[in-house]
């Protein structure tokens, strides 16, 4: 992988393979990839990656790849403090609380890296952890919200209504707000600093890339066609096309 044909930011800080891969509650070492087929012919190769740990629930097609595989509790076996406010203009937080206990051997996240934060070290486990457990985390995490959000019940209190909710003071959500209030300000974080119809920026990339035939880059939107889609030629000889998420 290069940075002029892959996109690899830093190439020349790592100009190394990678060795490891960490992979947490993801299934998608093996399934997101455009050639699944490829993906599975490098993972087989000890020579390149050579310890892959996974994190699930369940044995995913990308979790037969792993070396190590830890069995995470399920969100329902532990309790955890749930924010959104992304979208919308309304956002919440979630106390949520197990609906049954921890099965079998399994163990959440926050045990598994505190365990290996405390085999690198007192120091180490000291800074990851800051002297808590996961629940007293929550707690912690809980006090602070409600600092900025007095309106917000007390832990014991979200216990029992489990949720809280907050809509947005300004109503709704403005992309670029404050650009569009006064760009001089606040510009974009663009080279020019403001909504760029030409990018120079992949004008660049274009003229300076290793770029298959089939892969383009443009300064202007454009359409292209790209591989395998309803006017490629061997839409002749399959007829169906099948297109997922």
């Keep these: 992988m290069t940075a002029t044909r892959d996109g690899v930011r830093g190439k020349e800080k790592l100009d190394v393979p990678i060795k490891f891969l960490w992979c947490y509650a993801s299934n998608t070492l093996i399934n997101q990839h455009g050639d699944i087929n490829h993906t599975h012919e490098v993972l087989q190769d000890d020579s390149k990656c050579e310890m892959i740990v996974g994190i699930d629930h369940f044995m995913t097609a990308s979790a037969k790849y792993c070396d190590i595989l830890l069995p995470d509790l399920m969100p329902t076996e532990q309790e955890d403090l749930i924010s959104h406010e992304s979208a919308g203009n309304m956002g919440y937080v979630i106390l949520a609380q197990p609906a049954t206990s921890a099965k079998f051997e399994r163990k959440p996240i926050y045990w598994m890296l505190s365990e290996v934060a405390k085999r690198l070290g007192p120091d180490v486990y000291q800074t990851f952890t800051e002297g808590r457990s996961q629940h007293e985390w929550i707690k912690y995490l809980h006090a602070k919200t409600k600092e900025r959000n007095p309106e917000m019940p007390d832990y014991e209190e979200m216990k029992t209504t489990g949720i809280f909710?907050?809509?947005?003071p300004e109503e709704h959500y403005v992309?670029?707000?404050?650009?569009?209030?006064?760009p001089q300000a606040n510009p974009l974080k663009t080279p020019s600093g403001k909504i760029e119809i030409y990018s120079e920026r992949l004008a660049?990339?274009?003229?300076?890339?290793?770029?298959?035939?089939?892969?383009?880059i443009h300064p202007l939107p454009a359409y292209?066609?790209?591989?395998?889609?309803?006017?490629?030629?061997?839409?002749?000889?399959?007829?169906?096309?099948?297109?997922v998420f």
């Design 224 to 243: 292209t066609p790209g591989f395998d889609g309803w006017n490629d030629p061997l839409r002749g000889t399959y007829p169906l096309q099948l297109t």
């Design 175 to 182: 992309a670029f707000r404050a650009f569009r209030v006064d």
């Design 204 to 216: 660049t990339i274009a003229d300076t890339w290793e770029l298959k035939k089939d892969e383009i």
């Design 165 to 168: 909710k907050k809509k947005c």
